[in-house]
């Protein structure tokens, strides 16, 4: 059975840092491409980032480039984003999401929530 | 940026009949297009890829269409498991974009 478990969500001040996790179980992650996918409370999807099975390729949406940097490690199947300089609108749920395809998402985790507020 | 509009927002309709749902794109995608489902509280679930390809193990009531700017999710006869919100999302532009449309939410008539 596939699995992806995110963690590392909270409350965290405006400005500060917050670093997720995701564990990937049930397929072979290193063939996967991974992706980061937020949902603000009560809003729709919003793709946040992606990076290529060995690493190669890495994309951020323009609303978080330069504060965000996700990153894998194949050996653990784990997938992680480090997210810096954080704002009132990055608050939402942050999916874990894989790629076998080009461009949709075959697998989502169930979400950790973030929460920047002073 | 590609902009994806569904509509309508919300669909209200008996169990057992037929939901139409609309997705347009602000410019041709091609058919890179996939459908989503989610319920409340849980995480989206992939439906169709490529505008009409089933994911594995969804049922056959689900069935996608269209290319260029207008594509179609139609569940032919609604069960109960099937109140949910449905997003589009488009990924033609890929690398380096990909991009949602805002739901459409099937709610019980």
């Known amino acids: 059975e596939v699995q992806l478990v995110e963690s590392g969500g909270g409350l965290v001040k405006p400005g500060g840092s917050l670093r997720l996790s995701c564990a990937a179980s049930?397929?072979?992650?290193?063939?996967?491409?991974m992706n980061w996918v937020r949902q603000a409370p009560g809003k729709g999807l919003e793709w946040v980032s992606s990076?290529?099975?060995?690493?190669?390729?890495?994309y951020y949406a323009d609303s978080v480039k330069g504060r965000f940097t996700i990153s894998r490690d194949n050996a653990k199947n784990s997938l992680y984003l480090q997210m810096n300089s954080l704002r009132a609108e990055d608050t939402a749920v942050y999916y874990c999401?894989?790629?076998?395809?080009?461009?949709?998402?075959?697998?989502w985790g169930q979400g950790t929530l973030v929460t920047v507020s002073s | 940026e590609i902009v994806m509009t569904q509509s309508p927002a919300t669909l209200s309709v008996s169990p057992g009949e037929r939901a139409t749902l609309s997705c347009r794109a602000s410019?041709?995608?091609?058919?890179?297009l996939a459908w989503y489902q989610q319920k409340p509280g849980q995480a989206p679930r992939l439906l169709i890829y490529?505008?009409?390809t089933r994911a594995t193990g969804i049922p056959a009531r689900f069935s996608g269409s269209g290319s260029g700017t207008e594509f179609t999710l139609t569940i032919s006869s609604l069960q109960s498991e099937d109140f949910a919100v449905y997003y589009c999302?488009?990924?033609?532009?890929?690398?380096?974009?990909?991009?949602f449309g805002g739901g459409t939410k099937v709610e019980i008539k």
């Open positions: 999401a894989g790629s076998y395809g080009y461009g949709w998402f075959d697998y």
């Open positions: 049930g397929f072979t992650f290193s063939s996967y491409s």
């Open positions: 990076i290529s099975s060995s690493s190669s390729y890495i």
């Open positions: 410019q041709s995608v091609s058919s890179n």
């Open positions: 490529g505008a009409s």
């Open positions: 999302q488009q990924y033609n532009n890929w690398p380096p974009a990909l991009t």
